[in-house]
C-alpha cells in the first residue's frame, strides 16, 4: 500500500542551525500538507501546497520556514534558524486532489530537537 | 474559532470493556477524521466520515457522525491492550485539518 515517507526520523540541532526535514509525498498526490506537533500538544497546521505553491500557511508559519518540491517527489520543509521552541514532531501528509474531503494520510513524523 | 473538543481528555478502562470517546464541534464537520497516535509517534489513520448520521466500523472500533454533522463518536468494543494510545478527531476546514487535543486512553488488565 502506498505511503507517506519521512527523512530523518530524528534530527538533532543547534540553536540557530539550519534544517531540512524531507517528505516523499505519495505518488499520484497534488496536496502536500506540513503539521507539527510540539510534545503533549495538539498537531498544528504550518502549511498546505499545490501546483507548487502555498495554498494556505498558519500563523506558527513564519518567514523562517518554507517549503519546496525540489523534484517530481519530494516535499521538503526548511527552518532557517532554529529555535528551542521548534522541537517539536513534523508530519507530513498528502491527498490526491481538492476540493474534495479524502483520507488524508501522515507520515511517521520527524522529531526535531533544537538544543 | 475553529475548535474541536475532545472528551474525555483521558480514559482509563478494565480490559474488555466498552468506552466511548466524543468530539465536538461549534461549526459544521464537512470531513472528520480519527487517528490513534502512540505517544511521541505518528498518525495512524482510523476511519473518515462525511455525510450525516454515517457510521463506519473497523474491527471492533466504530465511529459515528451526527446527522446535524457536529459531533462524532469512537466507540470501541471489548477493548483490548492493543486499544492503548492517544485517539485524536480532526475537522477538514478549508484545505487543512484542525485537530483536537485527544484522548489518552489506557488499558488495565
Known amino acids: 500500500e502506498p505511503e507517506v515517507t519521512q527523512t530523518p526520523s530524528h534530527q538533532v540541532t543547534q540553536m540557530g542551525q539550519e534544517v531540512i526535514l524531507r517528505c516523499v509525498p505519495i505518488s499520484n498526490h497534488l496536496y502536500f500538507y506540513w503539521y507539527r506537533q510540539i510534545l503533549g500538544q495538539k498537531v498544528e497546521f504550518l502549511v498546505s501546497?499545490?501546483?507548487?505553491?502555498?495554498?494556505?500557511k498558519s500563523e506558527i508559519f513564519d518567514d523562517q520556514f518554507s517549503v519546496e518540491r525540489p523534484d517530481g517527489s519530494n516535499f521538503t520543509l526548511k527552518i532557517r534558524s532554529t529555535k528551542l521552541e521548534d522541537s517539536a514532531m513534523y508530519f507530513c501528509?498528502?491527498?490526491?486532489?481538492?476540493?474534495?474531503?479524502?483520507?488524508?494520510?501522515f507520515g511517521p513524523g520527524t522529531r526535531l530537537t533544537v538544543t | 474559532s475553529q475548535e474541536l473538543e475532545q472528551s474525555p481528555q483521558s480514559l482509563i478502562v478494565q480490559e474488555g470493556k466498552n468506552l466511548t470517546i466524543n468530539c465536538t464541534s461549534s461549526k459544521t464537520l464537512y470531513g472528520l477524521y480519527w487517528y490513534k497516535q502512540k505517544y511521541g509517534e505518528g498518525l495512524i489513520f482510523l476511519m473518515m466520515l462525511q455525510k450525516g448520521g454515517e457510521e463506519k466500523s473497523h474491527e471492533k472500533i466504530t465511529a459515528k457522525l451526527d446527522e446535524k454533522k457536529q459531533q462524532s463518536s469512537l466507540h470501541i468494543t471489548a477493548s483490548q491492550p492493543s486499544h492503548a494510545g492517544i485517539y485524536l478527531c480532526g475537522a477538514d476546514w478549508n484545505q487543512k485539518l484542525v485537530f483536537g487535543q485527544g484522548t489518552r486512553l489506557t488499558i488495565n488488565p
Open positions: 501528509a498528502s491527498i490526491p486532489d481538492r476540493p474534495r474531503t479524502y483520507e488524508q494520510y
Open positions: 501546497f499545490y501546483n507548487n505553491e502555498i495554498s494556505e
